[in-house]
Structure formats: C-alpha cells, structure tokens
C-alpha cells in the first residue's frame, strides 16, 4: 500500500504530515481525507494525485506570496478525489450501456425532451426553476470556496498555479458586482414583467 494510505473498515484514507509552508494555514499537523474507495488499485493512484497537487501547493507557498486559506487547500484536495472517481464512474456506466442500440422509434430522446427550464413539458420543469431562482438569487452570498469549487472543474483547474488565480478572481470587487448583477434579477432587486 502507499506510504500515505490506510485502510479502516473497507474504506481507504489518506493521510499525510503537513508541509511546513502549509502549516500556518492550514493549523494543523496532518491532513486527513476518505478516498472514498473501496479498491486498493484506486486508492494507490489518489494518493500519487493527492501528494502531487499538496507538493505543488507547498512549492508555491514557498517561493511565491501566495496565502492559500485552508478550505481552499481542502478543495484542491477533494477536486482531485472527486475528477478521479468522476472518472471511474463514467467507465462503469459505459460498461453497463447496451452493447447494440435500440431502434431510434422505439425510445423516446432527451432532444424531444429538452431542458427543463425551457420546455414547459418538462415533467421536472417546476422543480428546475424553484432550484435555478433560489441559487442564483444566493449568489452573491456565497461562500468564496463554494463559489471557487464550482467555478474549478467547470474550468478544469487542477494545477495550484491555476487555481490561486481563481481565488484571486473570486475575491475581488468586480467579481462580487457581477454575482450581484446576476443574483438581481431573482431576489426581488428588479422587477421583471412574465
């Protein structure tokens, strides 16, 4: 097994001693993290990801001003967990796809369908725009890690240099005016004539 890994019940964990640059932000000792796997053979190659991406953070910590907080740390670490079981994921499910397709009449398509906030017969519609009215009229109010932990793998940021430059982003003044503008039409600040 990896130096930094463990298994407890069948689960697997790593962890690993804090790099001292990190420390300060981070206030502890070790970082702890589920895999949240079951397979040793996955395990193996989250912990070569996860010890990666922590050397590099620590690189840069180093060598640059660069004061990362600890939850954005955490998200680095957790993006990586959960690319890498998005991944295996989309591998099982293409192995549980049929082997040959269907007639094309036989089934009804996603097309015919179409988006649920568009398509006023859409049996989920209702529930896609309560959803879509209340995120985006929270916006502004979100948390900086959320909002970089969404934004991360919808840009596939997995490098630190990267993502230092979205944190940079999300923190500024501009950014958060442009959370507002988008969150103004859904919380009551503009009204709108349906």
């Not at 099982?92 to 040959?100: D, F, G, R, T, Y």
């Not at 269907?102 to 209702?126: F, K, L, S, T």
């Not at 970089?148 to 240099?161: E, F, G, N, Q, Y």
Request: overall charge neutral; charged content about 25%.
């Amino acid at each position: 097994m990896a130096v930094h890994t463990f298994r407890r019940e069948a689960t697997y964990y790593w962890r690993r001693r804090t790099p001292r640059s990190l420390a300060i932000c981070l206030g502890r000792s070790h970082l702890f993290m589920s895999l949240r796997t079951t397979s040793p053979v996955t395990a193996r190659r989250l912990t070569t990801q996860l010890d990666a991406i922590l050397e590099d953070a620590a690189m840069l910590a180093e060598n640059t001003d660069l004061h990362l907080s600890s939850s954005q740390i955490e998200t680095m670490l957790c993006a990586v967990v959960q690319l890498h079981l998005t991944k295996l994921e989309r591998v099982a499910l293409a192995a549980k796809l049929p082997s040959e397709r269907a007639p094309w009449h036989a089934v009804r398509h996603m097309y015919e369908i179409g988006r649920a906030p568009e398509n006023r017969q859409h049996p989920d519609r209702a529930l896609a725009e309560d959803l879509a009215n209340g995120f985006w009229a929270s916006l502004p109010y979100l948390d900086t890690g959320l909002l970089t932990s969404l934004l991360a793998p919808a840009r596939r940021i997995t490098k630190p240099d990267d993502f230092a430059a979205l944190v940079s982003m999300v923190d500024t003044e501009q950014f958060r005016a442009a959370l507002g503008r988008i969150a103004c039409g859904y919380d009551g600040g503009q009204i709108f004539d349906d």
